[in-house]
């Protein structure tokens, strides 16, 4: 079966750190890759989507970027985090269907 | 523009009565359409789906009603049972041949359902 993994679970980081949260996925391969952000009390947003290595689509501009250096491994980064970077990061996968299925997310607090 | 709205933030159903959830969506592209449920400081976790060329889907105690015209769907909970309390997010995508929903999910706010005992 695949399962998805996503780390850490929470993280805390001062203003104009830099950021990296790794996601890998296993038990399947070539899968659509995505990373949404739940801000407080607003619903998830898409940010970025990948359907092969290197091959990446933001859907926001913003402050992050993301990179899939191998199939089943999605990295989302920043060089200088700040303080509205804050929320609760997901990482999902789909087998090439509508159907996305989710992590555990990351708690993400830039103070 | 949010095409997506779930117009509830919350609601509250008696423990084995029936939980109704709402969404309305406005990009009349969507055409097929999911249900999440999300435990705080989780990821949310699919419950149902269904597609544009259906009106109904049914599985177990969850079933999803789609009315295209009015752009409306919603789930219905039959019974409702403690367990059931959470967040639940209704969402859409451009269909599952139009890229494989490479262009990820459009999301609602969510609904907070609560189950009283």
């Known amino acids: 079966s695949q399962t998805i993994h996503q780390w850490p679970a929470t993280l805390v980081q001062p203003v104009g750190s830099p950021l990296s949260l790794e996601c890998t996925v296993e038990?399947?391969?070539?899968?659509?890759l995505y990373w949404y952000r739940q801000a407080a009390g607003r619903g998830l947003q898409l940010l970025f989507y990948s359907i092969g290595i290197d091959q990446i689509s933001s859907e926001v501009p913003q402050n992050l970027s993301a990179s899939r250096p191998q199939d089943r491994q999605f990295i989302l980064s920043s060089k200088k985090l700040l303080l509205s970077d804050s929320g609760f990061y997901l990482c999902a996968w789909s087998p090439k269907t509508d159907i996305q299925y989710f992590g555990a997310g990351t708690r993400l607090s830039v103070l | 523009d949010q095409q997506v709205k779930q117009n509830s933030p919350s609601l509250s159903v008696q423990e084995g009565r029936i939980s109704i959830l709402n969404c309305d969506y406005t990009n009349s592209m969507f055409d097929y359409f999911l249900w999440y449920k999300k435990y705080p400081a989780e990821g949310p976790t699919f419950l149902i789906s269904?597609?544009?060329?259906?009106d109904k889907n049914e599985d177990g105690r969850f079933t999803v009603f789609l009315n295209k015209s009015a752009k409306h769907l919603s789930l219905h909970i039959v019974p409702s049972q403690p367990g059931d309390s959470a967040v639940y997010f209704c969402a859409a995508s451009g269909g599952m041949y139009s890229g494989g929903g490479a262009d990820g999910l459009t999301f609602g706010k969510g609904t907070h359902l609560i189950i009283q005992p």
């Open positions: 269904i597609s544009s060329i259906k």
């Open positions: 038990g399947t391969s070539n899968p659509n």
